[in-house]
């Protein structure tokens, strides 16, 4: 299995522009999670999803969009990107069965800047 | 809401010594999961260890343990026989028992270097 992946690694974007990161995981996970880190700090949610075609908000959700439309696949919008939004982002996956139920695993992370 | 406090941002520790993490959080529920996770400088965030609340027995793994403290809210994690590989960021998580989320709550984090 890959596990959690997540492209691009890196990304610039300059103020106002678009992007969409993308998520997928291959372990048939009913949740998935959009994380960030700003320098020095730990990880806060920005929304996450119990299953396909459900999700709701997390702590720092502004500035983003998400879908489900897939198990597979979470990917997470920036409409407008702002300074702000430079950030680490990461993407987790989780199930609620099998031997270490709710463990999440994590993707590598996307450096994003925007300048 | 649940808050976890990290207040040691950065520790050091002398290879093939033991060295404590120290975390505390906030809560009003009585179950839940606490986690360590651990992020080498590749940024992958790597599960160390977990330990449900409604456990007494502090858990271990292999050169990682917890001592956690239910009533001081209290959950500590020490590294023994320490190795270079053991350099990174530390962070402490907890997840709250209620169905829906699973959403992890993280601490600031704190830098462990290892010296040789």
């Known amino acids: 299995n890959a596990g959690v992946t997540q492209t691009p690694k890196f990304r610039i974007l300059k103020i106002g522009q678009s992007m969409t990161l993308q998520c997928a995981q291959d372990?048939?996970?009913?949740?998935m999670y959009w994380y960030r880190q700003d320098p020095g700090m730990g990880l806060k949610l920005i929304y996450y999803?119990?299953?396909?075609?459900?999700?709701d908000k997390g702590e720092v959700p502004n500035g983003y969009n998400v879908s489900r439309s897939t198990t597979e696949d979470f990917p997470l919008r920036l409409e407008l990107a702002a300074p702000s939004q430079t950030s680490v982002y990461f993407c987790a996956s989780s199930d609620t069965t099998g031997v270490l139920p709710y463990e999440q695993y994590f993707g590598p992370g996307t450096r994003l800047t925007v300048t | 809401a649940q808050t976890v406090t990290q207040s040691q941002p950065e520790m050091s520790v002398q290879e093939a010594e033991t060295v404590t993490l120290s975390c505390t959080y906030d809560?009003?529920?009585?179950?839940?999961?606490l986690f360590w996770y651990k992020q080498p400088p590749s940024r992958q965030m790597i599960l160390v260890i977990r330990q449900e609340a409604y456990k007494q027995q502090n858990a271990t793994e292999n050169r990682f343990s917890v001592n956690f403290q239910k009533a001081a809210k209290s959950f500590s994690l020490k590294i023994s026989d320490s190795q270079l590989g053991d350099a990174a960021m530390y962070f402490c998580a907890y997840r709250s028992p209620q169905g829906g989320s699973e959403k992890l709550v993280f601490g600031k984090g704190m830098k462990l270097t290892v010296n040789p």
């Open positions: 372990m048939n996970h009913n949740y």
């Open positions: 999803s119990v299953g396909a075609g459900i999700t």
């Open positions: 809560t009003s529920e009585s179950d839940y999961y």
